[in-house]
């Protein structure tokens, strides 16, 4: 287990203590290296330079050799020219920073970045096309390849809303300009996942107070789809709680990060936070067999693409500085965060299948699964055994068409009921009005007022009549015969 920021704040430098924007820094460095803040290169080696100023202080020739600072690790690659570009702002235009100034500095200049505050969500365009969709404490984000091609401004967005593994956005700009953006999760829990982070990024940046939330629900209608409630504070009350903060500042021990297979952990060692270079084989082949039991688990994990295609969706004609481009280089490379994409959360139901297929199939599971089920491993019959169901209940599956016309059915079906229902009441409601003698002030109004009169004796007494008309023909009917 691991912490980590959920809400990134909008502007970190009026972050009232210094031990809050340290933690911010260790969150923002680690997004860094694992490539969730992807810049330019500029960008990048003036970001490093402020951690290496920040970890090991002033340059001195006497401590720092020729090439000191490939000896850590900032990004998930590096190049020997982007190494001495580090170095030379280190050693040029940094000097005399304390730690504190070096991670503020950081802090602003992270800030303003594209990518800043992002938590990647891999999807798909409605032309397959791969994405990752992103809720920042600006907005709504869409990054594709190396561009940012959709900025949505958190008071822009009318409606998030899922059905399977479909997300919509609904927006509503200037000149009375409406939107729908839509794409699509690898998986329907995926896709829920994102609804509900939308739903808390939306509540927590864009409300002014926590009383204002209210249920959200992902259909217009109440007996179908998902209902969802952002608990605690909102971005403006934390900001507002932090500013009243009266005590002495605690005690800061700066320590460094150590990648690990999931997430990296914070240490209490001496103070080297980046990676060095020695270590590097062995953190990436870490990495690299925790991006191998996220693939094998499918789960949400991105899937890293060569190539991306140029032609996108209609771009929203929005910026962070309402600026009139519509695409937005975020850097030199593409935007791939897999390193750093957690698991999605799956159905339990869903997780035992999939670890039973695997272990039918013969395929590998990681440590992970293989630490879980060491106390409950099934023996071969077993696995036989569930197997034969496993693919009973495959093949018993239909496809996607067959799923969506039971969809279908059963919205229709639950609508004629919700139909029937409200008709029974109204019915129930009518015969209580006309035939009881129930001297309630609301019924005694309606009673008086003349559309109910003119009701009452034009068209509901000679229906009265001719039902029991027909009743005592129908009564009659039986008795003779």
Same mark, same amino acid.
């Given at each position: ?285 870490? &990495?690299?067999?925790?991006?191998? %039991?996220?693939? *094998? +688990?499918?789960?949400? $994990? /991105? !899937?890293?693409?060569? @190539? ?21 280089? &975020?850097?030199?490379?593409?935007? %791939?965060?897999? *390193? +750093?994409?957690?698991? $999605? /959360? !799956?159905?339990?139901? @869903? ?85 009881s003698d129930l001297d309630i002030a609301f019924f005694r109004d309606i009673r008086q007022t003349p559309e109910f009169e003119q009701f009452h004796y034009q068209y509901f007494c000679p229906l009265r009549r001719w039902f029991a008309c027909k009743i005592r023909s129908v009564v009659s009917l039986l008795i003779d015969t």
């Amino acid at each position: 287990m691991c912490f980590r920021v959920k809400f990134y704040p909008a502007d970190p430098a009026a972050l009232k203590e210094e031990i809050t924007r340290y933690l911010v820094f260790l969150q923002i460095k680690r997004d860094l290296y694992h490539g969730r803040l992807l810049c330019k290169t500029s960008d990048a080696a003036l970001l490093a330079a402020y951690i290496l100023q920040a970890e090991i202080g002033d340059y001195d020739s006497g401590k720092h050799p020729e090439g000191y600072s490939s000896k850590f690790q900032f990004f998930p690659k590096h190049s020997e020219k982007l190494e001495r570009k580090i170095a030379e702002i280190h050693k040029t235009e940094l000097s005399g920073q304390t730690p504190a100034t070096s991670e503020l500095n950081f802090l602003r200049k992270a800030q303003t970045l594209e990518t800043y505050g992002v938590d990647p969500h891999p999807c798909k365009d409605v032309s397959g096309n791969a994405a990752f969709l992103a809720f920042t404490p600006f907005g709504f984000v869409v990054l594709q390849g190396n561009k940012r091609v959709h900025f949505i401004k958190w008071n822009e967005v009318t409606k998030l809303k899922f059905e399977g593994k479909t997300f919509y956005l609904y927006v509503s700009q200037k000149e009375e300009k409406k939107i729908i953006l839509t794409y699509f999760a690898p998986t329907p829990e995926a896709c829920k996942h994102l609804w509900k982070c939308g739903i808390e990024n939306q509540a927590f940046y864009k409300l002014e107070k926590s009383s204002q939330v209210r249920t959200v629900s992902s259909s217009n209608l109440f007996f179908k789809g998902s209902r969802f409630r952002y608990s605690g504070r909102v971005a403006k009350e934390v900001m507002e709680s932090s500013a009243k903060i009266k005590r002495e500042p605690p005690e800061i021990h700066r320590a460094g990060m150590v990648p690990s297979r999931s997430c990296p952990s914070i240490t209490h060692g001496p103070r080297l936070s980046s990676v060095p270079r020695t270590r590097r084989r062995a953190v990436h082949i870490s &990495i690299m067999e925790g991006l191998e %039991s996220l693939r *094998d +688990s499918a789960h949400s $994990t /991105p !899937v890293r693409s060569s @190539s991306h295609g140029d032609t996108f969706l209609p771009h929203v004609r929005s910026s962070r500085t309402d600026s009139n481009e519509r695409v937005a280089v &975020i850097a030199d490379e593409a935007y %791939s965060p897999a *390193d +750093s994409v957690l698991p $999605t /959360p !799956v159905a339990e139901h @869903s997780l035992e299948l999939m670890l039973l297929s695997r272990q039918i199939n013969g395929a590998t599971c990681s440590i992970e699964e293989e630490k879980e089920s060491e106390a409950s491993t099934p023996t071969a019959t077993e696995v036989e055994a569930l197997g034969g169901e496993l693919r009973a209940l495959c093949q018993g599956h239909g496809g996607p068409e067959e799923e969506q016309v039971n969809k279908f059915v059963l919205s229709v079906l639950r609508l004629l009921l919700v139909t029937m229902g409200l008709l029974f009441v109204l019915l129930l409601l009518l015969i209580i009005l006309t035939e009881s003698d129930l001297d309630i002030a609301f019924f005694r109004d309606i009673r008086q007022t003349p559309e109910f009169e003119q009701f009452h004796y034009q068209y509901f007494c000679p229906l009265r009549r001719w039902f029991a008309c027909k009743i005592r023909s129908v009564v009659s009917l039986l008795i003779d015969t």
